[in-house]
């Protein structure tokens, strides 16, 4: 290891402050992570795991980072495995250490630069499966254990990116099949299909570049992207509800819905945001009193991202038709913190630096997976 250091019911889920923790698997010829396992047999999760990174912790931080820098260096790929270790790592976490905190949420990261070609063979001598797969039948394994990870009755938000460097291997493949930059694109981006998923909504779409600050700068516009939580009081079930929204240059939108209950679960139906903006919106887990909505892709209708001030945010509910009134308790929590874990599945292959191992492909890849800790910490 390059490291230093049942299912349960609603009743026992413990709701945590200031949760922010990850890890690191690296891979190439062998799959490495960041905390030690007694076991990566088909039952590793019913035994103990070290803890991940405390984020929150300076210490931790300079560890996780160095972590990034001794991922293994190799001639091959086994990305499938390594992305099966992180969903079981996922899960282990939302169960042993987040203790199915309702609101903790989840995200892996995979930085490669190719595709996988020797995940069955590393599986099966780690003993993870017992006969060799096709890579087929191991991108639907993936696919099964990415969807477990959050369990049956568990609805946190899990979403993972796929970042992909088109080197010289993809370069050349391109060439030898005479395949235009579109036609390869389309192979590229079916292949690495399996790696899309999200527990709510649409998966995030592959990020591919052949440079790495193109790479940077879509990560960040897609991470950088606005995510506004509001909640709505329970009682307001069957009534409509207002957000008045203002950002730091005084542009107002309003957010218009009717709060629905159904059985337990709360939504917002006839939705309606003024001045042309859109966005996407979601239930997440609220309390006993409140329901929780978080409001994704925020944008003016001229594409720029609306981030609102929230000192500034107001909420009207609709007492009869045409009659509305400010619900003078609702005040924003400025301080909140979102509860996460992340993991940074990390390519090592020789591959990075070219065919002739003349590029520094893999420290670009490298100073890729600290920006993206550094735009998660913020």
Not at 216 to 231: A, G, H, M, W
Not at 232 to 243: H, Q, T
Request: aromatic share 10%.
């Amino acid at each position: 290891m390059f490291a230093t250091i049942s299912i349960m019911l609603f009743s026992s889920c413990t709701e945590h402050k200031q949760f922010f923790r990850g890890d690191v698997i690296g891979f190439s010829d062998e799959v490495e992570t960041s905390y030690t396992t007694t076991s990566r047999g088909m039952f590793m999760n019913f035994k103990p795991q070290s803890a991940p990174y405390n984020l929150l912790n300076e210490n931790d931080v300079t560890k996780m980072k160095y972590s990034i820098d001794k991922v293994p260096r190799g001639n091959n790929t086994s990305a499938y495995y390594a992305m099966e270790l992180a969903a079981q790592r996922v899960k282990y976490i939302r169960k042993k250490i987040a203790r199915n905190d309702p609101k903790t949420r989840y995200y892996i990261f995979l930085l490669t630069d190719g595709l996988d070609n020797s995940s069955p063979q590393v599986a099966k001598k780690d003993g993870r499966i017992m006969f060799s797969i096709s890579p087929e039948k191991y991108q639907k394994r993936i696919q099964r254990k990415l969807k477990h990870a959050m369990g049956l009755w568990h609805k946190n938000e899990f979403e993972v990116y796929t970042l992909m460097y088109e080197g010289d291997d993809i370069e050349e493949a391109k060439r030898m099949n005479n395949m235009t930059d579109e036609q390869y694109d389309k192979i590229l981006r079916n292949s690495m299909e399996c790696f899309r998923y999200s527990s709510n909504g649409e998966a995030p779409e592959l990020i591919s570049a052949n440079n790495f600050d193109s790479i940077i700068e879509k990560t960040k516009e897609k991470l950088k992207q606005t995510s506004y939580t509001f909640r709505v009081a329970k009682s307001y079930a069957g009534k409509k509800i207002r957000m008045n929204f203002k950002n730091n240059e005084g542009e107002e939108v309003t957010l218009t819905a009717t709060l629905k209950k159904s059985l337990s679960s709360y939504s917002l139906t006839d939705v309606a945001l003024s001045n042309g903006a859109t966005a996407t919106i979601k239930a997440i887990s609220g309390d006993n009193i409140n329901a929780l909505f978080v409001i994704e892709d925020f944008q003016l209708k001229d594409g720029h991202a609306y981030y609102p001030k929230k000192s500034a945010t107001t909420q009207d509910y609709e007492i009869q038709p045409g009659l509305w009134q400010r619900n003078s308790e609702y005040i924003e929590k400025t301080n909140e913190m979102i509860n996460t874990y992340f993991i940074l599945v990390i390519d090592g292959s020789r591959s990075l630096d070219g065919k002739n191992h003349d590029k520094n492909g893999f420290e670009e890849e490298t100073d890729l997976a600290k920006e993206i800790m550094e735009i998660m910490m913020e």
